[in-house]
């Protein structure tokens, strides 16, 4: 009866210590679920705060880089002539108006320079012209003329205006 006796303590011992790490096992598992819910339950949630206000509209980035065109076109000088000075440089700032450079050209200067002595004559002839219709006018009281040569004048005083306000235009 001694080794039954000796068996059973060894099997209660053995069941003793397989309940014992049975339980600390569950209750470390418990533990661990209940402090993953009160971390969760007291976790604050870390937030970065600003306070908006408004900025100055006019700050500029200046960063690199290129800017390539999606279409290139060639651009020809439509007078020749000389750069007579560069008022905007490589990579300055520009707006819409600004002079870049100012270019000299005889060629074009000469014939603005024509445009405004044909403007001239142009307008002496007109004065002529006015004049003489305006006397064929008057010259029509005295039956001195005839209808025909006052209409003609008439209308050479016209024709001279028109001649005159294309003369106006060229030079602008």
Known sequence: ????????????????????????????????AALEEHTLERAIPTVAITQARPADANDTITLPGNIQAWY?????????????????????????????????????????????????????????????????????HNQAVSEQAISVQVQEAKAQAARMRAAEQNVR
């Open 1 to 32: 009866m001694n080794t039954f006796r000796g068996r059973g303590l060894v099997i209660a011992a053995v069941l003793l210590c397989t309940l014992y790490l049975g339980y600390r096992f569950y209750g470390g598992q418990l533990e661990a």
């Open 72 to 140: 290139e076109a060639q651009i020809y000088a439509q007078v020749s002539g000389y750069v007579r000075m560069w008022h905007k440089d490589y990579g300055a700032q520009v707006k819409q108006g600004d002079v870049l450079a100012e270019i000299n050209a005889p060629a074009l200067d000469a014939q603005y320079s024509q445009a405004k002595a044909d403007l001239e004559t142009e307008r002496a002839k007109n004065v002529l012209t006015e004049l003489t219709a305006k006397r064929y006018v008057a010259m029509r």
